[in-house]
């Protein structure tokens, strides 16, 4: 069983930024595509940024293109979600996902163990 503990949700101003993390309980990390999703306020949760084990496969949802910034540091079973140029419509719990293979986790479907999530929220 993989823990997955996010953390640097918090509220920030349109224009700002944030970097949310996601720990590991684990040694394997380099073995697990990580992903990252949201949910916002009556929304479905929807996917954001993954990447592969050894960090050669990157993908990141239109919306968040040239603004998120997806990375992993496999020595500390981490990854991180640095956000940029939030805006309102970023507002949304964001859920860490890992996939109990190396490739990216692009939908929800493919994330095998989830977080409890951390609040973003973007002020106008």
Known sequence: QVQLV???????????????SCAASE??????????????????????????GNAGGIAYADSVKGRFTISRDNAKNT???HMNSLRPEDTAVYYCAARNIAMI???QIEGDYWGQGTQVTVAS
């Open 79 to 81: 990854v991180y979600l």
């Open 105 to 107: 986790p692009s939908r």
């Open 27 to 52: 040694r394997a990390f380099n073995r697990r595509g990580m992903g990252w999703f949201r949910a916002a306020p009556g929304k479905e949760r929807e996917f954001v940024a993954a990447i592969s």
């Open 6 to 20: 996010e953390s640097g949700g918090g509220l920030v101003q349109a224009g700002g930024s944030l970097r949310l």
